[in-house]
């Protein structure tokens, strides 16, 4: 594949300079402000780009090439960006590793250690992309989870590798981007898969009750208890223990939980002798746990005794493709258990879906296609059955190029051709005008699925 580079820089003689030193190998784009770079990312769709913080109109500065590299990131997540900075500015170099670029490079210009940064980064894209390549060939075997997008293909295959493991996993995100199902997914992949996964939800049970729901009692050990209970993490011996909205878990508790966590036993509340337990533990939460720690509502000991491996799942509205993946999963599924299989979305829905924000994701999604279903007249889910907003077809700003808004257009016109077509192969390629080999391959590439559903819901 041909290495392309894009060097963003204002200062024409450092530019040449620059230039100067790659264009041997690579094909080198260059611009000098925010505006032309923008241009140069969309046409060239550079793997690397070595970005000057110090942009007009602010070039003492940084906050033009910190917008720059925000909007890098967001319209090319994949991109590798090598942060160019003044001297002495460690600073701005280490917010930018932390926005998300991949390394730093400070002035003056020393060609050959700038080559050797650039040529790292673009190992990097490299073994990113045939990663990438590995994971669409190979799916995800985790059942119950429809994606396409690349964050979500990342996901599946960390759960892949971690869950054979006995490491302690917390997983965060917002509400309903599916935390359980992963958490279940960790339990499944598992040679704990068929012991016991005991899942308690810390925010639902009231804080002087969550102890002995979680450590047991002994008989006596209060008033009603007239006789011993096991708790949650006893339940679970052999297998998973779920600490949903560990988040929410109250101070002293905490303490309790790291003691567990660290020795591995347990003592029922009343009780005076300690109880091993061989459980793998998972967490989950909704909320920012750094921010509790750093406001002394979350205790840091704990926190790093939960997160030994951290799953970020990223809202929605983030994940390219996956909305409307898991909109006609959904109402294929929910379709069929009401009865009603042969429903498919209107153009407008399938516009709808894609630009609602989804700020309760999938579980929102899942409420408004289960009203939909029984609210559609004839074969189709409107956007107003869904209660969306219609809206026309227009890029959003989130979109690269042509070349994301075609593969954007293609999957759901994909998508709309086999549940128009019940989900028969050869009627749905003739409805697209491709053959049946073109449509698997399309299928394969955006992880569109093309059996019947079963039903997860
Ligand atoms: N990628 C996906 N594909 C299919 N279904 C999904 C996906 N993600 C989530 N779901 C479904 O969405 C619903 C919500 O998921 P889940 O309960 O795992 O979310 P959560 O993050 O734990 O949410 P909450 O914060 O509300 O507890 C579930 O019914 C789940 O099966
Ligand atoms: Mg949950």
């Known amino acids: 594949m041909t290495k392309r580079l894009l060097i963003v820089e204002d200062d024409p003689g450092l530019q040449s300079q620059m230039r100067w030193c790659f264009s041997d190998e690579l094909e080198v784009a260059v611009a000098s402000n925010r505006e032309t770079a923008l ?52 600073e701005n170099a280490v917010r930018a590793i932390g926005m998300g670029a991949s390394d730093f490079y400070q002035k003056p210009l020393d060609p050959d250690i700038l080559t050797f940064v650039v040529n790292r980064a673009f190992r990097l894209a490299e073994l990113e992309r045939e990663n990438q390549e590995l994971n669409r060939r190979n799916g995800t075997s985790i059942k119950g989870i429809v994606a396409t997008s690349p964050q979500m293909m990342a996901i599946c295959r960390t759960v892949e590798k971690v869950a054979p493991t006995d490491v302690t996993t917390l997983i965060i995100g917002e509400t309903g981007t599916g935390k359980e199902l992963l958490a279940r997914a960790l339990h499944d992949l598992s040679g704990r898969c068929d012991k016991p996964f005991a899942a308690i939800n810390c925010a639902a049970i009231p804080e002087n009750l969550l102890e ?71 967490c989950a939460t909704h909320r920012n746990v750094q921010q509790l720690v750093a406001e002394g509502h ?31 999963s959904l109402l294929k599924s929910l379709g069929k258990h009401m009865d009603r299989a042969s429903l498919s979305f209107s153009e407008d829905a399938i516009a709808a879906i894609e630009q609602h924000p989804w700020p309760g994701n999938v579980r929102e999604m899942i409420n408004k296609i289960k009203r939909a279903v029984i609210m559609a007249d004839g074969k ?56 049946r080999p073109t449509l698997y391959n399309l299928t394969e590439k955006y992880r569109i699925e093309t059996s019947s559903a079963e039903s997860h819901y």
């Not at 926190?303 to 809202?315: A, N, Q």
């Not at 989130?398 to 016109?413: H, K, M, P, S, Y």
């Open 298 to 328: 979350f205790r840091e000991d704990l926190y790093y005794r939960v997160s030994e491996i951290t799953l970020d799942i990223p809202p929605l509205r983030e994940r390219r493709g996956d909305a409307i993946v898991i909109a006609q």
């Open 212 to 282: 002995s729901e979680l450590f047991g009692f002994e008989k006596g050990a209060f008033t009603g208890a007239t006789q011993a209970k096991k708790g949650k993490i006893e339940t679970a011996n052999g297998g998973t223990l779920f600490l949903d909205e560990i988040g929410d878990m109250p101070m002293p508790l905490q303490a309790k939980m790291l003691r567990f966590l660290q020795e591995r036993v347990i003592d029922r509340v009343g009780s005076l002798q300690s109880v091993p337990v061989d459980v793998r533990v998972v």
């Open 380 to 435: 189709r889910v409107t956007a107003e059955d869904l209660e969306l907003e219609p809206r026309g077809m227009v890029p959003g700003d989130t979109q690269l190029n042509l070349r994301q808004v075609r593969e954007d257009a293609e999957r759901t016109a994909i998508c709309q051709a086999l549940q128009t077509s019940n989900y028969n192969m050869t009627q749905a390629a003739r409805l697209l005008g491709v053959t």
């Open 39 to 90: 241009a140069a990312l969309r046409r060239h769709e550079p793997q690397v780009v070595t970005l000057d913080l110090g942009l007009p109109p602010d070039p003492g500065g940084a906050t033009e090439g910190f917008a720059l590299l925000e909007d890098i990131l967001r319209l090319a997540p994949s991109t590798k960006v090598v942060v160019v900075t003044g001297r002495e500015d460690k």
